[in-house]
């Protein structure tokens, strides 16, 4: 009789730990990048014995695999909550843009840029990361689609969009460079303009 009662904690021990271990592999790979993203200081991190990490993750790359989910994952979440924040009105367009440039400078993409470049080289990495990459970029496009009320059955209208998640994209990724927040602003403030006259 008392099992159950005693395996459910155990259960959600487990799913804190592998938790915390995700959450610290993200964190460093945002700080130290993938090649400075080790099993040892995961576990440091995460405040967890080396041997409960080699429990749940017996490699590095269980456990960047499972982090590939885990970001995955995280940045729908992220996605679908902040697009459900974006109010109606004459400022939308604007305000879809700056729902996107706000993921793509956010901690969580540049975890995944970390991942993008690992798989570049990595074969093994790279089949777990491109269908969920893959997956991502559909859901942000229809998400985009949905937000900016766009017709994709009218000519161009689809590349327009994907025109638009590419500069966003890309300014995002300048971003882990240098500070660019104020051209960026520029440039999306024009794009908004662009998009209203081309969507209207």
């Known amino acids: 009789m008392s099992q159950p009662s005693t395996r459910v904690p155990q259960e959600e021990r487990s799913r804190a730990m592998r938790a915390r271990l995700l959450a610290a592999t993200v964190a460093l790979l945002v700080e130290r ?44 979440v992220e996605l679908a ?33 970390e991942l993008w470049v690992a798989a570049r080289t990595d074969p093994d990495l790279l089949a777990e990361v491109a269908p969920l990459e893959q997956r991502v970029g559909r859901e942000t496009h229809r998400l985009t689609v949905e937000l900016l ?16 998640l590419d500069l966003v994209r890309g300014l995002g990724l300048a971003s882990t460079i240098t500070d660019d927040a104020r051209r960026r602003k520029r440039i999306l403030d024009r794009w908004s303009e662009v998009l209203e006259e081309e969507l209207s």
């Open 149 to 164: 009320d766009a017709d994709e059955s009218k000519a161009g209208v689809r590349e327009l969009v994907q025109a638009t």
């Open 81 to 113: 909550a902040a697009a459900a924040r974006i109010p109606a009105g004459p400022q939308r367009t604007r305000a879809v843009l700056g729902m996107l440039a706000d993921h793509f400078t956010s901690p969580v993409f540049t975890a995944a840029l």
């Open 33 to 76: 990048g993938f090649a400075g993203t080790t099993t040892t200081l995961v576990s440091e991190r995460a405040g967890v014995s080396r041997g409960a990490q080699l429990h749940h993750f017996p490699t590095k790359n269980d456990l960047v695999f499972a982090a590939v989910s885990h970001v995955t994952a995280t940045r729908g």
